[in-house]
């Protein structure tokens, strides 16, 4: 390859223009309604074409003291390794009180929270969040 040829490649890198894709959307809950001491499977569907992600995190809003480890590694309720639906399966605990309960959702590469691009050129975190009814 060419210098100009490495430079255009690399121009291209650092404008964003490879057309990498990664979004977070339609996090959720199966069942959308859940009893104390049952299970509920957490999902978020992650576009991620470079792999970058490495750990997706569900927080629970209303006490970060509990949170769950999404995988894409076909266990835990994850179905199928490598689909891009991150899921978990957690126990809702025994004691939780009726009450709808909003979850953040983060993605993390190795050592960081990822962060997209706004429209406006400004950084955010890749998050999405989603509401599950516990009675």
Do not use: H
């Not at 997706?56 to 076909?74: C, E, F, H, P, S």
């Not at 025994?94 to 979850?103: A, G, I, R």
């Amino acid at each position: 390859m060419t210098k100009i040829g490495s430079i255009l490649i690399l121009l291209l890198i650092i404008s964003g223009c490879t057309g990498t894709q990664l979004t977070m959307q339609n996090a959720g809950f199966i069942p959308e309604v859940v009893s104390p001491g049952n299970d509920v499977l957490i999902v978020v569907n992650i576009e991620d074409s470079e792999n970058i992600i490495v750990k997706v995190v569900a927080t629970l809003i209303q006490d970060k003291n509990y949170y769950a480890l999404l995988n894409d590694n076909g266990t835990n309720g994850d179905e199928v390794a490598g689909d891009g639906l991150w899921s978990s399966i957690f126990d809702v605990p025994w004691n939780s009180p009726d009450d709808f309960y909003e979850l953040k959702f983060e993605a993390f590469t190795a050592t960081d929270a990822v962060k997209i691009v706004t429209d406006d050129g400004s950084e955010m975190p890749l998050t999405d969040r989603a509401s599950v009814e516990v009675k």
